[in-house]
């Protein structure tokens, strides 16, 4: 089945910074891959997402990255915030239902 | 709209009791799915539903049952809980033909 590594696991950055958090797909029918935020104690909200057929999306500070050949897909935060600070994970959907998701990264933004 | 709403927020139980951590949703959704998140894990799909009537089994369906009787409710039940069962549980819907998937707040399951 679908599997789904993200990297890394925590990272650290200044304020006003740049984050970039990576994630890799193992089945290549995979055609949607979404990219959710959790703050401490809440549920999972979507940020982006980004089918097969594109491959950059942008939402203001945000952007996701795909590459389908190496099966790879990348999120960019530029200009990060204090409240950027969260859990970020990375899913692939493979099948009718079955969204798969990373093992998440703590983002840690600093003043 | 109330969106997906779950119940209960927290519970504690024996090893060996039985429960229903409920879900609903008023979206008309007709997708909705049960995860389970570990520390270090991340989330992982335990069932499913296309739509009333119809389940499947995602990654971790061992010790979980499921049914869809109304579009609406979608309950995961537990046998006979053990402590490996210790997790958060959030409830998730999507419409048809959408990708964008929503969440419930999620129960909090401790399994002494």
């Known amino acids: 089945g679908e599997n789904v590594e993200q990297h890394p696991s925590t990272l650290s950055v200044q304020e006003g910074d740049s984050a970039v958090i990576k994630c890799t797909y193992s089945?290549?029918?995979?055609?949607?891959f979404p990219w959710y935020k959790q703050e401490l104690g809440k549920r999972p909200q979507l940020i982006i997402d980004?089918?097969?057929?594109?491959g950059e999306k942008k939402d203001q500070r945000i952007a996701v990255t795909l590459n389908k050949t190496a099966k790879h897909f990348s999120l960019h935060i530029t200009e990060t915030q204090p409240e950027d600070s969260a859990v970020y994970f990375c899913?692939?959907?493979?099948?009718?239902?079955?969204?798969?998701f990373g093992t998440g990264t703590r983002l840690q933004v600093f003043p | 709209n109330a969106g997906v709403t779950q119940t209960p927020k927290f519970q504690v139980l024996k090893t060996g009791q039985s429960m229903t951590l409920q879900c609903a949703q008023d979206?008309?959704?007709?997708?909705m799915s049960w995860y389970r998140q570990d520390p270090g894990m991340g989330l992982r799909l335990i069932h499913y539903?296309?739509?009333?009537?119809?389940?499947d089994q995602g990654e971790v369906p061992n010790g979980y049952n499921v049914s869809r009787s109304t579009t609406e409710d979608f309950p995961l039940r537990l046998l006979s809980a053990a402590p490996s069962q210790t997790s958060v549980y959030f409830c998730?819907?999507?419409?048809?033909?959408?990708?964008?998937?929503?969440f419930g707040p999620g129960t909090r399951l401790l399994v002494l």
């Open positions: 539903s296309v739509g009333a009537g119809i389940t």
């Open positions: 980004i089918r097969s057929n594109v």
């Open positions: 899913a692939a959907k493979a099948g009718t239902d079955k969204l798969i």
């Open positions: 089945d290549s029918a995979s055609n949607y």
């Open positions: 979206m008309n959704h007709e997708y």
């Open positions: 998730a819907s999507r419409k048809g033909g959408r990708e964008t998937q929503y």
